[in-house]
């Protein structure tokens, strides 16, 4: 057995079937605010709540978020997703231009929160380390919200999709597979 890597191309063929419910991380005070649609975030440890984002380093964000130290990390809800794709540079809007999606507001350490999204969390930035393309922030959380009746938003095989929605499909594709394997529907 090989141990180099995989072809990058093959490895995205792979990941693109892992769900991953898409965020948007932000930084910065009204006026001087970026953020950039991202799906690499993950709970680290409550010992203390400790969250870790991947963030590529030519984002416009990456500099900002060391420089202010503070971020935010909005969980989008399944109405979101025009939010995603201005973040995630789908239209021109760039820097501020982008919280014109969405009702964005500051939270308590001053980074932006966007009201309605399935979880806000606000973190200060701890540490952060360089892996490759990308650098992957620490963030200790300091304060956070959540709408507990929201629906979220994921991003699966190079589309966004719906948690329920998404559960409904895979319903009707066990349905359909019934159907042609057994000949019956049940
Ligand atoms: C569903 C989705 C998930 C993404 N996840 C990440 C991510 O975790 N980290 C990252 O650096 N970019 C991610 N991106 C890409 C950024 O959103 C995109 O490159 C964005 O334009 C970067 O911001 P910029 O235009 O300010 O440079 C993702 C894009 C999409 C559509």
Known sequence: MSAEPIDRHVFRGL??????QVSVVATGAPGNRMGLTAS???SLTDL????????????GAHDPIIRNG???INALAVHQESVARVFSGATRAYGEARFETGNWSPGVTGAPILADAVCRLECRLS?????????VFFGQVI?????????????MRGSYVG????LQDERDQARNEVCVSGGRIK
């Open 48 to 59: 203390p709540p400790t969250v870790i984002v991947c963030v590529n380093r030519t984002a």
């Open 70 to 72: 503070f971020f935010s």
């Open 143 to 155: 304060a956070g919200s959540a709408s507990a009746e929201a629906s979220p938003l994921l991003y």
């Open 15 to 20: 990941m693109r079937n892992v769900p991953g």
């Open 40 to 42: 690499a975030v993950c």
């Open 127 to 135: 540490e952060y380390r360089t892996a490759s393309s990308h650098t």
């Open 163 to 166: 948690l329920e929605q998404s």
